[in-house]
């Protein structure tokens, strides 16, 4: 929607004329169609009161004692704050030199003294319309500029949210694969030391049969938690599906051990201090990225899905005995 042009009644007029009889001629012609009409016989006067209140359009004569029309043009045009307001002279001044120097200054139309009135109503009809449509332009750029902006960062909420679990938090399968695979180009072109982890929650199942998925869903909520208080906010931590996590971490020495008690730490003090009804168990697999050999992620992942069964069956005959 467009802001509707001003009506006269809204529109505020500068004149400035040392020559009180052009001041009250003009006058007359602009405020016999409603303008809002300001008289000024003095430049600088007439500069700190635009200063003050800006009007929308400025009638300059040239010849002025102390301070003429082509210098108060140019201060104008220096300034900020009334660069934009548009300056039409009036002046007896009829060479061809003198109006290519108003407009060089930045005026926008000329009218010759002695001046008729029709002509000035269309001349300065003419500037306002153009001031207003160039004004209704910026705001058009200014909203269709928000509205970019606005429709960039719910696209980006979306991606975002697109990659995100519901249910965690955490990435989703599609977010992990997207990061860990431009970290993995970073390593291998640095030569920088990762290591992908595959974890997977122990007896997840049997909890879903007894007490139910609700409950289920607290496990693993639970499990990503602890797995986030035990790997750094820099790596890459998803749920990869169901009960199964897995991390990408960039530029840390690999010891699986280290991993393992620092992870069990936590668990031991989850299940001590919780008021859960279950005990909570996550058993993993680490495996070291090949990045020599242009090892691929989906290798790098079945390598420690194999290991974190291997660790599964470990905990599984220890707890028989």
């Known amino acids: 929607m467009t802001t509707p042009l001003k009506s006269a009644t809204q529109t505020n007029i500068l004149i400035v004329d040392d020559t009180p009889d052009n001041l009250r001629l003009l006058t007359k012609i602009l405020e016999s169609q409603g303008y809002i009409v300001r008289k000024s016989l003095n430049g600088r006067m007439a500069l700190q009161g635009v200063q003050r209140d800006p009007p929308n359009l400025i009638l300059l004569d040239i010849n002025m004692p102390d ?56 001349r300065v009809k003419n500037q306002l319309l153009i001031q207003q449509q160039h004004q209704q332009l910026i705001e058009q750029n200014q909203r269709l500029e928000r509205e970019i902006q606005e429709r960039l960062k719910a696209e980006a909420e979306v991606r975002q949210l697109s990659l995100r679990d519901e249910l965690t938090g955490l990435y989703n399968r599609r977010g992990f694969f997207l990061l860990a695979q431009q970290q993995l180009k970073t390593a291998q072109r640095t030569k920088n030391k990762c290591c992908l982890i595959f974890a997977d929650l122990d007896g997840l199942k049997k909890i879903n049969d007894t007490l139910g998925h609700e409950l289920g869903d607290k496990v693993i909520v639970d499990a990503a938690q ?26 840390e020495e690999i010891h699986s051990q280290d991993f393992k008690t620092r992870l069990q730490t936590n668990i031991d003090f989850f299940n001590q201090n919780s008021q859960r009804v279950y005990k909570l168990s996550i058993s993993i697999g680490i495996q070291p990225c090949d990045i020599n050999n242009n090892c691929s992620l989906e290798e ?9 069964y291997e660790h599964k069956h470990t905990k599984y005959i220890s707890n028989l005995h």
Do not use: H, W
Request: hydrophobic residues 45%; glycine residues 6%; negative net charge.
């Open 67 to 122: 301070m003429n029309g082509y210098e108060m043009c140019q201060k104008l045009k220096e300034s900020e704050t009334t660069a934009q307001i548009p300056v039409i002279f009036v002046s007896a001044l009829e060479r061809l030199e003198d109006k290519v120097r108003a407009f060089e200054l930045g005026g926008v139309d000329y009218i010759t003294k002695p001046f008729q009135e029709q002509e000035v109503l269309v």
């Open 300 to 308: 790098s992942i079945a390598k420690a899905d194999k290991l974190m």
């Open 226 to 251: 602890i797995l986030r208080q035990t790997f750094r906010d820099a790596d890459i931590l998803a749920r990869f599906g169901g009960d199964e996590f897995t991390l990408f971490l960039l530029g």
